[in-house]
């Protein structure tokens, strides 16, 4: 059930990023959409790698989601931080709990971890 939820909250992050990125920074001219909009479609991009990664079980899928959940989380808090507060509450509330979720689950999935270090 996570790698969907995953994808999907990947997508729809993704959407916003992309919106960011190109309406307010090409369109408009303005930088720190542009910025912004171009680090969440990135960060959305490693959310739907790890939602593939985990479904299909690659050998990595631990460090891809522990990467993807922590680049998640900081991107999200900070994007939703004051005065240009690119990132709304939904969004924030999605992307830090998706965040925390992929985190929990590298967690409770040790052997996976061993068995990468052991390759």
Same mark, same amino acid.
């Given at each position: +059930?996570?790698?969907?939820?995953? !994808?999907?909250?990947?997508?729809?992050?993704?959407?916003?990023?992309?919106?960011?990125?190109?309406?307010?920074?090409?369109?408009?001219?303005?930088?720190?959409?542009?910025?912004?909009? %171009?680090?969440?479609?990135?960060?959305?991009?490693?959310?739907? #790698?790890?939602?593939? %990664?985990?479904?299909?079980?690659?050998?990595?899928?631990?460090?891809? %989601?522990?990467?993807?959940?922590?680049?998640?989380?900081?991107?999200?808090?900070?994007? !939703? #931080?004051?005065?240009?507060?690119?990132?709304?509450?939904? %969004? +924030?509330? +999605?992307?830090?709990?998706?965040?925390?979720?992929?985190? !929990?689950?590298?967690?409770?999935?040790?052997?996976?971890?061993?068995?990468?270090?052991?390759?």
């Amino acid at each position: +059930m996570l790698p969907l939820t995953t !994808a999907v909250i990947g997508f729809l992050l993704g959407l916003g990023g992309l919106r960011e990125f190109l309406v307010d920074g090409i369109w408009y001219g303005q930088l720190q959409p542009l910025l912004v909009g %171009a680090a969440g479609a990135l960060v959305s991009s490693l959310l739907l #790698l790890a939602a593939i %990664a985990i479904w299909l079980g690659w050998s990595r899928w631990p460090r891809v %989601a522990t990467v993807a959940g922590a680049l998640s989380i900081v991107f999200h808090i900070y994007g !939703a #931080l004051q005065p240009e507060r690119n990132v709304g509450l939904l %969004a +924030m509330t +999605m992307g830090v709990g998706i965040g925390v979720a992929l985190l !929990a689950h590298v967690k409770r999935h040790p052997q996976a971890a061993l068995q990468l270090v052991e390759r």
